[in-house]
C-alpha cells in the first residue's frame, strides 16, 4: 500500500512510496500529527542519485519490523535535499556542530516543534564499527523522549538557540582589493597537490570554482603559477577516471587523490560548472584537450541528461543493474580485459587495454577497471582509438543504464544554460545555444509566475510546490545574462533584472547588505538559513554577487552595484583563509577589480560579418567578468547600445571600464588586445 509520498514529484520521494513506513512529505501536517500524538519527529534527508542512501533505505525503511516500530513511535518526515535545500541546509548545520560532520542520508531527531536534539547520517542494521544499529538509536531516542523529556526539550532549545547566534553579517567589510586575492592565490598554492592536480586528499572534488578563480586571476594579473594550476589540474581530471573517456562527463568525485575511481553519479551543476571551466580554459590558452572536454561535456547533458520539456535533469544515479537483477556501484562504466575483447577482439582489446588503462587486476573491485587516458609512451593512432571508443560507447549503451533524477532544478539549470551558451558561441555549435534558449524558456514558462518569482523544481512539466531560493535567482539570473551577451536578445537582460530586484528586495538584509538562502516572506524555520561558503556548487550569495555585479555593469544601476560590493565582503573575509571554499566569490571578487568591462559591438545587423567578427572576438576575451552586448545602432535591446554609432558606416566595438571608455575601434585586433589587456 503506498504511503503520502505517491502524490510526491520528487524521484526520491517517490522511491519511498511503497516502503511500509508511514512516511511524510515535509510539512505542518506532519508536525500536528506528531504534537496530537505526543511524539518525535524522524527528519530523513537524502537525494534521488545518493549511494548510502539507497543502501540504508534497503536495509531499513523497507525492512517491515523496522517499518512497524517506527509507525509506532515517530512520525517519519522524508524531505529531499534537492527540492528543500533550505530545510537541508538548517539542520545540516546542527549535525555538523553536535558531530563535527555531516553527509547524506542525514537522520535527524526533532520535538513536534522541529527543534532537534539528536543527530546522525547512515545507520546500519546492525552494529558496525563501534556505529549503533537503526533499530537501537530509535529504541534509545523513544527511550529518552518517554522517560526523560525534559531534558530532552532544554538540548533540543539550547541547540537552536546557538544556531540563532550564528548570524552571519560581513555587509560593513569592503570589497576585497589586490592584497586579498594575491593572500588567496598564495593559500591555494599550498594546498595544491603538484603531483596529482587539484587541491587536498582523497576523497576528491573537483574544484570548479577555484579553477574559474584562478583563470580570471590569471587573465587580470599574468600570473603564469595560477594558470599553470587551472590547466595542469584540468588536464589530470580530463585523463582521469572521474571523467567518462566513453560518453563524456564528469562523476562527482574521486575516492582517491589520483582520480582514478569515481563516485560514479553524475550531477547537473558538476558538469555545467566543469563545462564552462573546460572553454574558458580553451578561451585562455587554445588547448586542443580543453576544447574536446568542453564539448564532450556539454554534449553528454544534451543527450543525456536533457528532459522533453528542453530543461536539464538533476542527476544520473552511481548504481545500476550488474545484469544480474543487482544493482552495483559503477557496473555501467567499468570494463574488464575480457569484456574488452567480447567488444573488440583480441587485437583491439590490447590496444584499448592500454589506451585506457585497464589491467587484469583491475582498478575498481572484481577485476573490473575505470577507463581512463594514462601518460604513456608510445603512440596510438587517432582514428585506431576513435574507432575503439566508438564500439565501446555502443556496446555500453546496451547495458542497463543508470537511473536518472528527472527534476529540473532551476539554479541547476541556470548553470547549464550559461555553459551552453557560451560553449555554443565559441565553437561554433548553434545547437548548443537552441540548447540553453530552450532551457531557458522552460523556466520562464513554467517556473516563472507573474511576478518573476522562481519555483525552485519542476518535473514532467508540472511546477513544483517549493519556491526558489536564493542560488535559484543568482545562478538562473547568471545563465539568462551569458544568453543575452550570445544571443544579442535583450529580452534575457530583461528577465535577468527581474531575478536580481527579487535578490535586493527579498534576500538582503537591508542594514548590513547580507544575504539569507531563503527569501524574508518564505516558510519560517527554527533559523533562516545563511552560507556564504561555496561546495558542490556556488552559494546563493557568491552566485548573487556575480548576477548583481553584472547586471549592473549592464545598466549602469548604482543599486545593484552597491548590493554586489556589499556581499563580496566576505569573500574578503573568508578569501585569504579558506580560498577552497569560497572559490565563486574569488572570481567574482576578480570581475569587481577588473571593471568588469563593458563591451558594446554595433553593426547593421547581426547577421552582418564584420558585426560577427567582432562579436565573437568580444565573447573570446578574457577580461573577468565582461559583460557584452550586440545589436544595431539605437537598438533597445540593451542600455549599453545607447548612443552608439557606426564608426564610419562600419561595425564597431566600444570598451568601457570604471567609468571610462576606450576609443571605438573597427578592427578584430584591437578588440581583442583591449580585451586581454
Same mark, same amino acid.
Given at each position: 500500500m503506498p504511503n503520502r509520498l505517491a502524490h510526491e514529484t520528487s524521484p526520491y520521494l517517490l522511491q519511498h512510496a511503497d516502503n511500509p513506513v508511514d512516511w511524510w512529505p515535509w510539512s505542518e501536517e506532519a508536525f500536528a500529527e506528531a504534537r496530537k500524538r505526543n511524539m518525535p519527529v524522524l527528519l530523513s534527508i537524502g537525494y534521488s542519485s545518493c549511494h548510502w542512501c539507497h543502501v540504508m533505505a534497503h536495509e531499513s525503511f523497507e525492512d517491515q519490523e523496522t517499518a512497524e516500530y517506527l509507525n509506532a513511535h515517530y512520525v517519519s518526515v522524508k524531505v529531499d535535499r534537492e527540492e528543500r535545500p533550505d530545510v537541508d541546509a538548517v539542520y545540516m $548545520? #546542527?549535525?555538523?556542530?553536535?558531530?563535527?560532520?555531516?553527509?547524506?542520508?542525514?537522520?535527524?531527531?526533532?520535538?513536534? =516543534?522541529?527543534?532537534?536534539?539528536?543527530?546522525g547520517t547512515y545507520f546500519p542494521p546492525a552494529p558496525r564499527q563501534g556505529m549503533p544499529s537503526f533499530r537501537q538509536v530509535l529504541q534509545g531516542v523513544h527511550q529518552a523522549w518517554d522517560e526523560r523529556r525534559d531534558e530532552v526539550t532544554e538540548v533540543a532549545g539550547k541547540i537552536v538557540r546557538d544556531l540563532a547566534g550564528r548570524e552571519i553579517s560581513y555587509g560593513d #567589510?569592503?570589497?576585497?582589493?589586490?592584497?586579498?586575492? #594575491?593572500?588567496?592565490?598564495?593559500?591555494?598554492?599550498?594546498?595544491? =597537490?603538484?603531483?596529482?592536480? &587539484?587541491? &587536498?586528499?582523497?576523497?576528491?572534488?573537483?574544484?570548479?570554482?577555484?579553477?574559474? +578563480?584562478?583563470?580570471?586571476?590569471?587573465?587580470?594579473?599574468? #600570473? $603564469?603559477?595560477?594558470?599553470?594550476?587551472?590547466? =595542469?589540474?584540468?588536464?589530470?581530471?580530463?585523463?582521469g577516471g572521474i571523467y567518462d573517456q566513453l560518453g563524456g562527463g564528469f562523476a562527482r568525485y574521486s575516492v582517491d587523490r589520483d582520480w582514478v575511481v569515481p563516485h560514479f553519479e553524475k550531477m547537473l551543476y558538476d558538469n555545467a560548472l566543469l563545462c564552462r571551466v573546460y572553454a574558458h580554459l580553451w578561451r585562455a590558452t587554445g588547448s586542443e584537450l580543453a576544447r574536446r572536454v568542453a564539448l564532450e561535456t556539454a554534449d553528454f547533458m544534451v543527450r543525456e541528461l536533457r528532459t522533453n520539456e528542453g530543461g536539464f535533469a538533476s542527476a544520473l544515479d552511481a548504481d545500476s543493474d550488474d545484469g544480474t537483477g543487482k544493482h552495483v556501484e559503477g557496473a555501467y562504466y567499468v570494463w574488464t580485459p575480457e569484456q574488452l575483447r567480447e567488444v573488440l577482439g583480441e587485437q583491439d582489446a590490447e590496444l584499448a587495454a592500454r589506451h585506457f588503462g585497464v589491467t587484469e587486476e583491475g582498478t575498481f573491485e572484481e577485476g573490473a577497471s575505470v577507463l581512463q587516458l594514462p601518460v604513456r609512451d608510445g603512440f596510438v593512432d587517432a582514428g585506431k582509438a576513435a574507432s575503439v571508443r566508438e564500439r565501446l560507447l555502443a556496446a555500453r549503451s546496451e547495458r542497463p543504464a543508470p537511473g536518472r533524477d528527472d527534476k529540473v532544478v532551476a539554479a541547476w539549470n541556470g548553470l547549464a544554460i550559461a555553459a551552453l551558451a557560451e560553449t555554443g558561441a565559441y565553437f561554433d555549435r548553434p545547437d548548443l545555444v537552441e540548447a540553453a534558449v530552450a532551457a531557458a524558456d522552460l523556466l520562464v514558462r513554467l517556473h516563472l509566475d507573474e511576478q518573476a518569482r522562481l519555483t525552485r523544481t519542476s518535473k514532467d512539466g508540472h511546477a513544483g510546490a517549493n519556491a526558489g531560493v536564493l542560488e535559484d535567482y543568482a545562478d538562473v539570473a547568471e545563465g539568462f545574462l551569458a544568453l543575452a551577451s550570445v544571443t544579442g536578445e535583450g529580452v534575457w537582460l530583461e528577465f535577468a533584472g527581474f531575478l536580481a530586484d527579487h535578490v535586493l528586495?527579498? +534576500? !538582503? =538584509?537591508?542594514?548590513?547588505?547580507?544575504?539569507y538562502d531563503t527569501a524574508a516572506d518564505a516558510e519560517r524555520l527554527i533559523r533562516r538559513p545563511q552560507d556564504p561558503t561555496d561546495n558542490a556548487a556556488p552559494s546563493g550569495w557568491s552566485a548573487a554577487a556575480g548576477a548583481l555585479l553584472g547586471y549592473a555593469a549592464h545598466t549602469g544601476s548604482e543599486p545593484h552595484r552597491t548590493a554586489a560590493e556589499k556581499a563580496l565582503g566576505v569573500v574578503k573575509a573568508l578569501g585569504p583563509r579558506v580560498p577552497r571554499f569560497i572559490g565563486w566569490g574569488l572570481a567574482v571578487a576578480e570581475a569587481a577589480l577588473d571593471g568588469p568591462r563593458e563591451v558594446a559591438v554595433v553593426g547593421p545587423s547581426l547577421d552582418d560579418e564584420g558585426t560577427r567578427s567582432l562579436h565573437r572576438t568580444a565573447l573570446l576575451g578574457t577580461a573577468p567578468g565582461a559583460v557584452v552586448a550586440v545589436g544595431v545602432?539605437?537598438?533597445?535591446? +540593451?542600455?549599453?547600445?545607447? &548612443?552608439?554609432?557606426?564608426?564610419?558606416?562600419?561595425?564597431?566595438?566600444?570598451?568601457?571600464?570604471?567609468? !571610462?571608455?576606450d576609443a571605438p575601434t573597427t578592427e578584430v585586433e584591437r578588440l581583442r588586445a583591449v580585451l586581454s589587456d
Open positions: $548545520e #546542527a549535525v555538523q556542530a553536535a558531530t563535527g560532520q555531516g553527509g547524506w542520508p542525514m537522520t535527524v531527531f526533532l520535538t513536534p =516543534d522541529a527543534e532537534p536534539f539528536y543527530f #567589510a569592503q570589497t576585497p582589493g589586490e592584497e586579498e586575492l #594575491a593572500q588567496a592565490l598564495l593559500g591555494l598554492t599550498r594546498e595544491y =597537490d603538484p603531483q596529482r592536480g &587539484g587541491f &587536498g586528499g582523497a576523497p576528491k572534488f573537483p574544484p570548479s570554482m577555484v579553477l574559474e +578563480f584562478l583563470l580570471r586571476h590569471h587573465a587580470r594579473t599574468g #600570473a $603564469e603559477g595560477a594558470l599553470q594550476m587551472a590547466g =595542469d589540474t584540468c588536464e589530470r581530471m580530463a585523463r528586495a527579498r +534576500f !538582503t =538584509d537591508p542594514e548590513s547588505g547580507s544575504l545602432p539605437e537598438s533597445e535591446e +540593451f542600455p549599453l547600445l545607447s &548612443g552608439r554609432p557606426l564608426v564610419g558606416g562600419e561595425p564597431a566595438a566600444y570598451v568601457c571600464r570604471n567609468f !571610462t571608455c
